[in-house]
């Protein structure tokens, strides 16, 4: 079975970087691709961004273009998600999660990483 | 970019309700549209794709409509285990925009 299994919690100061790993296993890796989707505390879901682990093709949001580097090693099967220049407003749980195959519709999700970003 | 705007970003409703949440898209987004259900401390669950689709495993309550611009999501009787925040995506191109979720409650 699909399982996406992430690195665990992080606490950063601000201007620091993070990098989150999200290692899968039960499928064949490089035919899919991985979101990062991250949720604040108490807010809603926001997408980051998009690695293709077949191309290594991205697409960054915007919020976030700039600060963000998402790769993957096939080597390992593992995805990965830098944020650099962290800010407070960065803290949340950081989510990897598997496309459908095909298109960027997200099937399956890691567990989630908390990243605390605090002085 | 595309927007996705969910309404309303809250509701109570009684057990065996029929509850309804619109998505709006600010373009047509075709039938790229996707619901997730969230339950609290827990992962987002992908309920219907497509905008129709129900995903295997989901109960037959839920269902999902519209096309291009306007979806609905359908809950046609609520029961406890409903108790979630759903949120719509568009994943037709990058960025793959989330609403901004409505919370269901039991009233």
């Known amino acids: 079975q699909v399982q996406l299994v992430q690195s665990g919690a992080e606490v950063k100061k601000p201007g620091a970087s993070v990098k989150v790993s999200c290692k899968a296993s039960g499928y064949t890796f490089s035919t899919y691709g991985f979101s990062w989707v991250r949720q604040a505390p108490g807010q809603g879901l926001e997408w980051m961004g998009y690695?293709?682990?077949?191309?290594?093709?991205?697409d960054y949001a915007q919020k976030v273009q700039g600060r963000v580097t998402m790769t993957t090693d096939s080597s390992t099967r593992t995805a990965y998600m830098e944020l650099r220049s962290l800010r407070s407003d960065d803290t949340a749980v950081y989510y990897c999660?598997?496309?459908?195959?095909?298109?960027?519709?997200?099937?399956?999700w890691g567990q989630g990483t908390l990243v605390t970003v605090s002085s | 970019d595309i927007q996705m705007t969910q309404s309303p970003s809250s509701l109570s409703a009684s057990v065996k309700d029929r509850v309804t949440i619109t998505c709006r898209a600010s373009?047509?987004?075709?039938?790229?549209l996707a619901w997730y259900q969230q339950k609290p401390g827990k992962l987002p669950k992908l309920l219907i794709y497509g905008a129709t689709t129900l995903q295997s495993g989901v109960p037959s309550r839920f269902s999902g409509s519209g096309s291009g611009t306007e979806f609905t999501l359908t809950i046609s009787s609520l029961q406890p285990e409903d108790v979630a925040t759903y949120y719509c995506?568009?994943?037709?191109?990058?960025?793959?925009?989330f609403g901004g979720g409505t919370k269901v409650e039991i009233k």
């Open positions: 995506q568009k994943y037709n191109t990058a960025p793959l925009t």
């Open positions: 999660a598997r496309d459908q195959g095909g298109t960027y519709l997200i099937e399956y």
């Open positions: 690695v293709s682990a077949y191309s290594g093709h991205t």
């Open positions: 373009q047509g987004i075709g039938n790229y």
